[in-house]
């Protein structure tokens, strides 16, 4: 089976919620799973905005990047321009994705206006995911 890899920098906002969005929408089409240059946790307000969609992120973990699995993705998806700067070279005939989405973790603001950033981002990665699955 073909594997996908998304990556952002510390694995807790975007890719979280990419690899929560991927096991349910493209299950059928790759192995999942995501990493970060560094791994800060889960984020809480990521888990929250998943489960308003019904998705349940909480059983996720941070973690860094496999050097085995990046080299045997056949998708790699970078979710932030760090990570993308950042990431170990990728060789053919691995394919590669850039999604320059902002870092819902930077919010600032109210709880309120931190959820409304972190609702934004989720909205956009699921429709993403919902783009790639279309593809054959």
């Known amino acids: 089976m073909n594997k996908i890899y998304f990556l952002c920098t510390g694995n807790s906002c975007r890719s979280q919620m990419a690899e929560g969005y991927a096991r349910i929408f493209l299950k059928d089409k790759y192995e999942i799973q995501s990493a970060g240059l560094e791994a800060h946790g889960v984020n809480p307000l990521a888990i929250e905005v998943m489960a ?3 998705i349940d992120i909480s059983h996720q973990y ?3 990047i ?3 699995y990046f080299k045997t993705a056949n998708l790699i998806v970078t979710l932030c321009g760090d990570a993308k700067d950042r990431c170990p070279v990728i060789a053919p005939p691995t394919h590669s994705i850039y999604w320059p989405l902002p870092d819902p973790a930077q919010a600032t603001g109210t ?4 959820l409304q950033i972190f609702r ?5 990665i699921k429709q993403r995911i919902l783009a790639l699955a279309s593809n054959p």
Not at 111 to 114: L, S
Not at 120 to 124: K, T, Y
């Open 111 to 114: 709880p309120e206006q931190q």
């Open 52 to 54: 308003e969609d019904n």
């Open 62 to 64: 941070s973690k860094t």
């Open 120 to 124: 934004q981002v989720r909205n956009e």
């Open 66 to 68: 496999d050097p085995h």
